[in-house]
């Protein structure tokens, strides 16, 4: 049974910095395009940020509202994908959901509560 379990989130001051852990269960996470999103309150999930399988060369790419101050990366002996959140804004105030996509399948986590306020 494939588990994605999303941990790391929590209140933040703005300017501060957070790091997200996806942990997989079920699956080789170095054959699955790893991608995490996010879902505002009252808005659509929205994709935040990818990492390609080790065969198309473990490249990161990043929506524009997050690229210069996220990172995503991959420990696959440990299967747990990481999004490293920096310099954080209130829009930054989500759930952020991890992804492990290999067609056809496509498996997503629970979700964990990020929040940024003074």
């Known amino acids: 049974q494939v588990q994605l379990v999303e941990s790391g989130g929590g209140l933040v001051q703005p300017g501060g910095s957070l790091r997200l852990s996806c942990a997989a269960s079920g699956i080789r996470i170095s054959m699955y395009t790893m991608e995490w999103y996010r879902q505002a309150p009252g808005k659509q999930r929205e994709w935040v940020a990818t990492i390609t399988t080790d065969t198309a060369g473990g490249r990161a790419d990043y929506a524009a509202s997050v690229k210069g101050r996220f990172i995503i990366s991959r420990d696959n002996a440990k299967t747990l994908v990481y999004l490293q959140m920096n310099s954080l804004k209130p829009e930054d105030t989500a759930v952020y959901y991890c992804?492990?996509?290999?067609?056809?399948?496509?498996?997503w986590g629970q979700g964990t509560q990020v929040t940024v306020s003074s």
């Open positions: 992804n492990a996509q290999a067609w056809p399948a496509d498996y």
